[in-house]
């Protein structure tokens, strides 16, 4: 009890550190900005803005309030376009680009929900606010924050008044290839301060400049001494089980940990990451189980799937009525899977197959592809499906395709088995074939969608498969659950990776 409280201590205190300082920087710039240019197309859009906003309490809270919601819709538009990454920040032309986008993205959202909510005054003011809106933003921001703000960040990193203090882990060619990226960059000047590698000597020198400082047990001790700001893993051709060691180890220093490697390739190829000198990092917090982002991610849950059983009932109704006249049978397909911690639980979804069909080829494709670790390469299965499946009748076939299939975990999610986004549940079968550092995908509530679907479902590898869950339990949030949910509608519509 006293160790998990240790743990979740500080887990709590890495999320607090997680990110570098310049980023709230600038995400204080853009609150200015964006003030600004409320106030200027407020003052010359609006007739007697101040006047009335002074006699009238109701007319200034609704339009403060609109100001509220024009900050958080740019807000969320410009940390979508990545326009708070390091490699994003010292550039001209791409932060340039991003900003049009990111405004243009803000623009049509914004006049979405004023046509949602107040019609009226869109047409009467908002039309001519917004426009003007968008013109100052668009001057300031490129002034601002192309220009001055991205000047400023280089002249303090050239000045050594903002240093990171880089440990790099892993001595072999991906290290070294990442200390020469770090070294060779002028403008962020990472400071490098040693290596640690539990196969090379403590001492020895790697690019004949760098001492390993030390083993992977003594990593706390070496943070400390060194005063490391953060830490970036630099590993190649390492066992899954190993790196996930090293992950841990790291993370319990409660510094900031990234990580450059082919452990997560598929996450560099296929997510916006961020950019160290050449080097594409991917941001490694750690989230407490039982937290309170946890506990928020289930309260919109319900909220959610309420939402949606109500929008999508003329839908599933239409559905159930095709299983009915193309197969005999029930409508839903109920199954045991395995949930959270290895618990057992009822799954639900729409029949795609015919009533009394054998699962035992299924099975035997499972087997010899997660133990035998198999290529998929020249086999009909990848993550666990089989093409041209005869047990599945023709609507079926397509309601698997676009996932329409899916929808009665709706279900699972209000009974609490499941949560919108997560790792998927698995067979009984297939968790028996797991090893150990497999099963760490479910110690959460599995989920609906999760990173492996908006990256191309059964196009993702097995281990891919896991090492993506692994990252979602650890990088968890709100927004990244909205980001999955956003990717995974095309993947549905264009039936990408469905079989």
Known sequence: M???????????????????????????????????????????????FWATSREQYYYFFSHFSLYLILLAVFLFSFRYNALYARNVIITHYRQFVLIIKSLLYGSIISVILMAIFNVEYLALYGKDFLIQFIAASCFLFLLFRAFIARNVFIFINRKNIYQQRVLVVGGGKAGKYAIDSLARDKITQFTVVGVLDDYKKVGETINDRFDNLGRLKDIQKIVDRYQVNEILIAIDNAPYERMIHIVEACLETSKPVRIYSNFLHIIAEKMKVEYYSTIPVVELPQYPLTGVAWTDKRTFDVIYVLIALILLSPLLLVIAVGIKLSSKGPVFFKQTRIGKNGRPFDFYKFRSMHVGTDNSKHKEYVTDFIKNKNSCENKN???????????????????????????????????????????RPCLPYEWECYDDWHKNRLNVLPGCTGLWQALGRSSVTFEEMVILDLYYISNMSLWLDFKIVIQTFPVIFFGKGGY
Do not use: C, H
């Not at 997680?18 to 964006?34: A, G, N, T």
């Not at 299965?381 to 929808?407: A, N, Y």
């Open 2 to 48: 006293e160790q998990s409280a240790s743990f979740t201590k500080k887990n709590k205190k890495l999320m607090k550190r997680k990110q570098p300082k310049f980023k709230y920087v600038f995400l204080w710039v853009d609150i200015i900005i964006l003030t600004m240019a409320f106030i200027i197309s407020a003052t010359s859009a609006i007739p007697d």
């Open 381 to 423: 299965i990848e993550v666990f499906k089989i093409t041209d499946d005869p047990r599945i009748f023709k609507l079926g076939k397509f309601i698997r395709k676009t996932s329409l299939d899916e929808f009665p975990q709706l279900f699972n999610v209000l009974k609490g088995d499941m949560t919108l986004v997560g790792p």
